[in-house]
T-cell receptor, first 116, second 113 residues
Framework: GAVVSQHPSRVICKSGTSVKIECRSLDFQATTMFWYRQFPKQSLMLMATSNEGSKATYEQGVEKDKFLINHASLTLSTLTVTSAHPEDSSFYIC????????????FGQGTRLTVV | ELKVEQNPLFLSMQEGKNYTIYCNYSTTSDRLYWYRQDPGKSLESLFVLLSNGAVKQEGRLMASLDTKARLSTLHITAAVHDLSATYFCAVGGSGGGADGLTFGKGTHLIIQP
């Protein structure tokens, strides 16, 4: 149980285009989903926290107009990277926390974004 | 602001040896996690530590938590090559899981035959 699926696992896009990444909790309902970014050989940095049905909370320094987050249901959150640039190339990982159960959040398999 | 310091950042060791990775954090937290990451992959959950004095063991790995010292350790016993990976500790705030995690920089562990 507690499976979080991210799609796509890899994506290459051209500069200036937008890319949508999906994060689904497959076997549980998630009150809260988190989006992280990891540059090569670096740690994970929290980008934003999204709660179902409400606006996402972004960490300092993360542009909310560039990284659009939608959490329309208890099993799906999406991250859209708008007008992507090469510096947005990174590994994006989501995690989801179960509704009213425990404190552990489960991680998706990650999405490798390359902007050319 | 919660800060998490992990050391060492890089560790090369021989099979059969023991070693410890340290994780210090700066403010009160209600939970601490250890993760493993293989190259190109996402995170694999190893341990969740929720209370002072908590100790958990799985195979050759053992994690402990001292909330008074704001310190967690990940101890590797009789290392084997398969344990080569990057290990992260991560700390939550006091939000009971409603807040995201702050990660240490990671310890890149290489275990040589």
């Amino acid at each position: 149980g507690a499976v979080v699926s991210q799609h796509p696992s890899r994506v290459i896009c051209k500069s200036g285009t937008s890319v949508k990444i999906e994060c689904r909790s497959l076997d549980f309902q998630a009150t809260t989903m988190f989006w992280y970014r990891q540059f090569p050989k670096q740690s994970l940095m929290l980008m934003a926290t999204s709660n179902e049905g409400s606006k996402a909370t972004y960490e300092q320094g993360v542009e909310k107009d560039k990284f659009l987050i939608n959490h329309a249901s208890l099993t799906l959150s999406t991250l859209t990277v708008t007008s992507a640039h090469p510096e947005d190339s990174s590994f994006y990982i989501c995690s989801a926390r179960r509704l009213r159960v425990g404190t552990e959040a489960f991680f998706g398999q990650g999405t490798r974004l390359t902007v050319v | 602001e919660l800060k998490v310091e992990q050391n060492p950042l890089f560790l090369s060791m021989q099979e059969g040896k023991n070693y410890t990775i340290y994780c210090n954090y700066s403010t009160t937290s209600d939970r601490l996690y250890w993760y493993r990451q293989d190259p190109g992959k996402s995170l694999e959950s190893l341990f969740v530590l929720l209370s002072n004095g908590a100790v958990k063991q799985e195979g050759r790995l053992m994690a402990s938590l001292d909330t008074k010292a704001r310190l967690s350790t990940l101890h590797i016993t009789a290392a084997v090559h398969d344990l080569s990976a990057t290990y992260f500790c991560a700390v939550g705030g006091s939000g009971g899981g409603a807040d995201g995690l702050t990660f240490g920089k990671g310890t890149h562990l290489i275990i040589q035959p």
